[in-house]
């Protein structure tokens, strides 16, 4: 028989090895979205120094403290280890050490999960410029599953943002071209929107983003103020910043204006 007691016990439990396990996660988010990025198969090639190809010891992997005691240098070839790998891994575990303070811990797990799909997102169009559908399409099914079991009566309205989310980046990435003559906008980033309204449903797309949009400014102004030029027609990885909104917004909620 359950007891108050014991479910309070049992969640305490699964909070805190979700809080061990999450810095493993972060490491293998760091090699998802570092094969992803290279085209390279992700779970059926062995973990290699990036310098010397060697083939790395279960030593060499121990999330954090592995870079921290190799100074992050190779072992064997005393290679730089890229310096995402350890950020990822901590990211990871501030992803549910802040869910655990924000959302109920019934959504603890479907904040970490969703946190740690919008890092591999990221780190992937930081990278690599691009969003892989693979994640896209993880993001949206994860989203409708959770609606579908504990908000069933908001599944249009999710639906109807997904459908919104895509074909107001799509329609407003045309017109950029339109207009400009290059490309403005990638087709994953209507993705990846459409997919976040799986999660926080139509309402909060446009929060999400006006946080991407000014957190994006925000980020080319501190580039220029330390000394970085940019070419209008360079790149800039917008997933990043979409990510940021949604993740705002998931945790706290659309934007709202106070009277």
Known sequence: MFTTSGLRRGVRLASAFLIVCSPFVGSFLGLLATRMS???PVLTMRSRCDHCDSVLSIADLVPIVSWVGLRG???LCGGSIDPA???IEVAALVVVLWSALVVPPALLWPSA???WLLLALSMVDI???RLPDTLTCT???TGLTL???AYPEQLPSHLMG???GFSALYAIGRLFRAVRGYDGLGLGDAKLLGASAAWISWEGLPSVLLVGATSALFWILLTRLAGRRWDRHRPIPFGPFLCLGIWLVWLYGPLTWGV
């Open 38 to 40: 290279l085209g390279r």
């Open 73 to 75: 240098k190779c072992r």
């Open 85 to 87: 790998l350890p950020i």
């Open 113 to 115: 999960l969703l946190g």
């Open 127 to 129: 990278k690599a410029f």
């Open 139 to 141: 993001l949206f099914a």
């Open 147 to 149: 609606t579908w079991f």
């Open 162 to 164: 997904a459908v919104l």
